[in-house]
């Protein structure tokens, strides 16, 4: 149920995926939860400015239900996004959603 999506403006990522390996397995390890529930995703190429600036940026969302934890998330997310793309972290967003169950869908039901 834990779900990491992340928009790049950079149209091109070495090692994509990797990068959505590495990330789903932080997101599991952080939330506590089973990475076989872990979603990541990666769009690269989004049109976006951060500041005025075209240079790369990102943004980030991630939902779970339960299990968040913002700081540790948005450090550890941040420094695997700069390692891996170049995004410096001062130019990466992240937004946190904790979702009741009954409103995440899965496997023709809802968790709640």
């Given at each position: 149920m834990p779900l990491i999506n992340v928009r790049l403006s950079s149209s091109q990522v070495a090692n994509?995926?990797?990068l959505l390996k590495e990330l789903s397995s932080e997101l599991a390890?952080?939330?506590?939860?089973?990475?076989s529930y872990v979603m990541s995703l990666?769009?690269?190429?989004?049109p976006m400015i951060f500041g005025s600036s075209k240079d790369?940026?990102?943004?980030v969302e991630v939902k779970s239900i339960g299990g968040l934890h913002p700081h540790k998330m948005t450090e550890s997310f941040c420094n695997i996004i700069n390692i891996r793309t170049g995004i410096p972290?001062?130019?990466?967003?992240?937004?946190?959603?904790?979702?009741?169950?009954s409103l995440w869908g899965f496997d023709k039901k809802?968790?709640?």
């Open positions: 994509a995926e990797e390890n952080l939330t506590g939860k089973p990475e990666l769009q690269p190429g989004i790369p940026c990102c943004y972290t001062n130019r990466i967003y992240i937004g946190f959603e904790d979702i009741p169950p809802t968790f709640g």
